[in-house]
């Protein structure tokens, strides 16, 4: 029962960042090009990379950030975990993807144009929270 209600508390904790995530990536693509919105991929081992936790922690599950990427962005997490059960139609998609972008390491940000153009990259957690992360998505949108 204790294991239970954990699980229930971990579940629940970050439903409103999680409402905000695709992992559609075509779906995501047709939608930003529609919105003319940028992209944002988030390649991340989310059960067993401590500096993919640490940003999700620090800047991907904060209200700030929510706010700021409703309106701005088309998010999409792009997950390679070693302990979560995932569908294989998403390993494989999410595989051939991080291929296609030559993903090194995790975490990986890719900020997308709305046409699917790469406009910058980012590998590892570099620190400075949500006010940092949107200063590098902001500059590298103009």
């Known amino acids: 029962m204790k294991t239970l209600l954990l699980c229930l508390l971990c579940a629940t904790a970050p439903l409103i960042a ?16 529609s919105a003319k919105k940028p992209i944002l991929l988030e390649f991340t081992g989310s059960d067993w990379c401590p500096p993919c936790m640490k940003q999700n922690k620090d800047v991907f599950e904060q209200a700030d950030f929510e706010a700021y990427a409703k309106d701005k962005l088309v998010l999409v997490k792009l997950d390679f975990p070693r302990r979560k ?14 291929a ?19 406009l910058a990259r980012e590998v590892g957690y570099k620190g400075g929270g949500v006010p940092g992360f949107i200063e590098w998505v902001d500059t590298n949108l103009k």
Do not use: C, H, M, R
Not at 18 to 33: C, H, N, V
């Open 100 to 118: 296609q972008y030559q993903v090194q390491g995790f975490p990986t940000i890719i900020l997308l144009s709305p046409d699917g153009k790469e």
């Open 85 to 98: 059960e995932q569908p294989q139609e998403i390993k494989e998609s999410n595989q051939k993807l991080a």
């Open 18 to 33: 999680s409402d905000l995530w695709s992992t559609d990536y075509q779906a995501s693509i047709a939608q930003a090009a």
